[in-house]
């Protein structure tokens, strides 16, 4: 199985902060990597797919990049809605497999 | 508007069994690929089991591989997953998620139900 690996495990950031989060999957796994949204007690939300690609109604200050093992999520300006939880996840081959996730925390 | 609701959920003791269900509404069911994902308290997701779209084609983790068996009824337009000799480390929010194939990305999710395996 693919391992994927993200960190930070955790970061605290402001309003207005631009955060990024690593995601470095075991094998190359080309641009086949999404990002998933997480809030406490909410089902996961797709935010970027094929590593680059915004889903439709997500807001622009999301934004994806990477490709072969190594990804990254970046949320530019922070918004009060954005503290959650964030996923990376491969769809290269089966099993589908996620990172452990990182908490972004005021 | 894309909808999946869970079902199914509760308490079950160690070696019991369980069919969780997940009605979707909304869009064209029959055309797409759907997957069940687990989320153990306070843990991370973890893929468990996906169908296509058809339900020619079924394909599970190796955690649940020999217990859990996933199949849909298009004319329902529902997806089940038979948990079978559960464990207690099958504890988890189970959630059902779409995706077009078995490596796209699970694009619409239902809000969860929750399975808790205990004596």
């Known amino acids: 199985d693919i391992q994927m690996t993200q960190s930070p495990s955790s970061m605290s950031a402001s309003v207005g902060d631009s955060v990024t989060i690593t995601c470095r999957a075991s094998q190359t796994i080309d641009t086949s990597l999404n990002w998933y949204q997480q809030k406490p007690g909410k089902a996961p939300k797709l935010l970027i797919f094929?590593?680059?690609t915004l889903q439709s109604g997500v807001p622009s200050r999301f934004t994806g990049s990477g490709s072969l093992t190594d990804f990254t999520l970046t949320i530019s300006s922070l918004q009060p809605e954005d503290f959650a939880t964030y996923y990376c996840?491969?769809?290269?081959?089966?099993?589908?497999?996620f990172g452990g996730g990182t908490k972004v925390e005021i | 508007e894309e909808l999946l609701v869970e079902s199914g959920g509760g308490l079950e003791q160690p070696g019991g069994s369980l069919r969780l269900s997940c009605a979707a509404s909304?869009?064209?069911?029959?055309?797409?690929?759907m997957n069940w994902v687990r989320q153990a308290p306070g843990k991370g997701l973890e893929w468990i089991s996906y169908?296509?779209?058809?339900?020619?084609?079924?394909y599970n983790g190796d955690s649940v591989k020999g217990r859990f068996t996933i199949s849909r009824d298009n004319a329902k337009n529902s997806v089940f997953l038979q948990m079978n000799s559960v464990r207690a480390e099958d504890t988890a929010v189970y959630y059902c998620?779409?995706?077009?194939?078995?490596?796209?990305?699970?694009?619409?999710w239902g809000q969860g139900t929750v399975v808790t395996v205990s004596s």
């Open positions: 998620a779409r995706s077009l194939m078995v490596h796209a990305p699970f694009d619409i």
């Open positions: 169908i296509s779209s058809s339900g020619n084609n079924m």
């Open positions: 996840q491969q769809g290269y081959n089966t099993p589908p497999t």
């Open positions: 094929a590593a680059s």
């Open positions: 909304g869009f064209s069911f029959r055309s797409y690929g």
